[in-house]
Structure formats: C-alpha cells, structure tokens
C-alpha cells in the first residue's frame, strides 16, 4: 500500500513558467511533508518542508501548499530554471503524531524538465 | 547542514558476497538512518541506527542480512550480505537535523551480477 503518491512520473515545463508537482497521500497520522530534489548520481537534496498546522509554507521560488481535508500538497517552482531540472520526491512522517524512529515515507518522484 | 559521505560510490559484486558501506558525517548527529531506492521505486527507510544501541529495522529488513554498526556519533556501516541481483539498488544514509529534515549523502549504487 503506497501512502504517499506522485502520479506524475514526469512534468515539461518552459523556463519562466510555473512549475506545479503534486503529490497525494492517505494516512490521516502524516503530519509533516517535505520536499527534496535529486540529481542524478547524488543523494536527495532537502528543499522545504511543511507542517499540518499550515497550509502553506515559502523560500524564495519554491512555495509548498498543503490541503489536509483533501489530503493533498504541491509545490510551486517560480519562476522555473533549467537548473530546476530533477526528480522531486514529496515525503511525510507522523513524528509529531507519536511516530516511532522518525520515519520518512516516500513518494515514487517526479522528473521536471525545465526547457530553455 | 551537516556533510556527509560515503564509501564506495558505486561497486559491482558477485551473487553470494558482501558488501559493507561506509558513511561519514563531519559533525556529530544523534540520528543516522539507511535507505535503498530500488530501480524506478521510491526511497524505502531500512533501518535506523543509533550509536549505543542496536538499529532499529523496518519490516521487511533484517538484522542477519542488513547487520548495521553505529561506533560513534559521526559514523555508521551498512553490510549487505549474501548478495542477489534483487539487492541492487542505491543505498543512501541520512542524518536528522533542525528536529524534522533529514539530509542525505550522496548514495552508494550497487550492482550484483
């Protein structure tokens, strides 16, 4: 049973553009979600992170939303580079929820492409 | 954030050996973890592993075939023994920090033949 979703295994974009990556998950106790990126043959890059006691959280071109009734986040690159150019993995704990050891679920990630 | 290593990038093995990875943090760290990403899956968390007492596994994931050390607060070891080609993947440690976000390092790929 996969808790956490990425639907989309890949995502074009232009440069200039917005960059829109969703992700899903089902279990109600999750309740930090964080975002990291990963180039190939390096470890993923941590980019931000969200509480549930939010629903949305800022840093410079990366905007991380979070719709809890709907169990949903997304990311919003802008504006998107082709530097940008990776895999994303959405990910979650319920740390705060009394998980044990702290544990990271993942999602399948997202390759984005940015074109020049 | 903390830097971290590990030893070695990549290997290729024989069915039926081991191979122990080495991952090295320039500071200390309460909280070191090890992940494999199996080709076009997701990062799955093995196991934890904290220094004092023995690592905590996932299910699934087994002391006798994922044996873990963790001597000190900067450094930990990941064996995977009696390899199969099932057992390729990429194995990645991670350290905690600022109380919620993990940093990773920069994986060890690992192919059996």
């Known amino acids: 049973d996969q808790q956490v979703k990425q639907n989309s295994p890949s995502l074009s974009v232009q440069e200039g553009r917005i960059s829109i990556l969703n992700c899903d998950y089902t279990?109600?106790?999750?309740?930090?979600f964080l975002w990291y990126k990963k180039y190939p043959a390096e470890g993923p890059t941590f980019l931000i992170s969200?509480?549930?006691?939010?629903d949305k959280n800022e840093d410079g071109r990366f905007t991380v939303f979070l719709n809890k009734s709907a169990k949903h986040l997304s990311l919003h690159i802008v504006p998107s580079q082709p530097g940008d150019s990776a895999v994303y993995f959405c990910a979650a704990s319920d740390w705060n929820s009394g998980g044990s050891n702290y544990k990271l679920t993942f999602g399948k990630g997202t390759l984005l492409t940015v074109n020049p | 954030s903390a830097v971290i290593s590990q030893k070695p990038s990549r290997d290729i093995c024989q069915r039926g050996t081991s191979l122990t990875i080495q991952c090295q943090v320039d500071s200390q760290v309460t909280m070191m973890f090890w992940y494999r990403q199996q080709p076009g899956q997701s990062l799955t968390l093995i196991a934890t592993?904290?220094?004092?007492?023995?690592?905590?596994?996932e299910s699934g994931f087994v002391i006798d075939k994922f044996p873990i050390s963790r001597p000190n607060l900067t450094f930990s070891t990941l064996t995977v023994s009696n390899m199969s080609p099932e057992d390729s993947s990429i194995y990645l440690c991670?350290?905690?920090?600022?109380?919620?976000?993990?940093?990773f390092g920069p994986g060890t790929r690992l192919t059996v033949t």
């Open positions: 592993a904290n220094q004092g007492s023995e690592a905590t596994y």
């Open positions: 969200i509480s549930s006691i939010k």
């Open positions: 279990n109600s106790m999750f309740d930090y």
């Open positions: 991670s350290v905690l920090e600022q109380g919620y976000e993990q940093y």
